[in-house]
């Protein structure tokens, strides 16, 4: 993912609400989420160079969501893929924390990144950047290719989307988190970030939504879950058209 806004035990419906893109290359295949056939119990899209993914739920209720960090000086193809972080925790069953010590332990061996993960009784953030375990607390975040809750003005758009419609009624809460993720209009040059691209793809990496003829948004995906239930629904663009996929679940325990 390249943009992840979540409450986390924030509405009195949801213990977490997920609104999120995912950016990368038209040409990267990718396959849509659905439940893995070598992991049945794990939900998730998946990148089918790596075959790891970036955002998936499981049957038993744990979560876990990764970004990238931005640094063109920290890409290394020989470095193992961040991908692989997700599907290992969903594919596992240690506890959050637990599994975040280990990756702590061989954090040099990827690339900078942004890992969210949880169990529906805890929910943990943790970047390889930054090297701090955190046990989040109940709040309103936005996580994009920077560490968590860096004031991008994506972030802040997004943020600011997530909370509005959460204020709204549960019918319309769906498309309107859908909604709050297509805004595609560059942000302004003053507030753009620097973070080692040039200032034309800071421009272009700049929206909520990204277009370009290479690059962009290839996904957009919501999440709601309780303690009992979970609702994911996927819209896997190709040219501002989508197919939506969508799955509902009760938790296993």
Known sequence: MCLIN????????????????????????????????????????RDLEKMGTWMGVTKQGRFAALTNYRDPDNESGNMRSRGELVGQFLMGDNQPQQYLQMIQQHRD????????????????????????????????????NHLLDTPWP??????E???????????????????SLQYAD?????????????????????????????????????LFMTDKNVRFVERMFKEREYEEREFVFEIER
């Open 6 to 45: 979540f409450a986390y035990k924030m509405d009195a419906r949801y213990d977490l609400v997920v609104a999120a893109n995912r950016d990368e290359f038209y040409e990267r295949p990718t396959a849509q989420a659905s439940f893995w056939e070598d992991a049945s119990h794990v939900l998730a899209g």
């Open 154 to 159: 994506k972030v802040r758009k997004g943020k």
């Open 109 to 144: 061996q990827y690339p900078g990144f942004n890992l969210i993960v949880g169990d529906g009784s805890s929910l943990y953030y943790y970047s390889n950047i930054e090297n701090e375990i955190r046990l989040l607390q109940p709040g309103l975040y936005g996580l994009s």
């Open 186 to 222: 560059p942000a302004p040059d003053e507030e753009l970030p620097s973070t080692g691209v040039s200032l034309e793809w800071e421009r272009k990496l700049s929206p909520l939504f990204i277009q370009t003829p290479d690059y962009g948004t290839r996904s957009s995906t919501v």
């Open 161 to 179: 989307g997530l909370e509005s419609c959460l204020k709204g009624s549960t019918e319309t809460l769906k498309d309107c988190l859908f909604s």
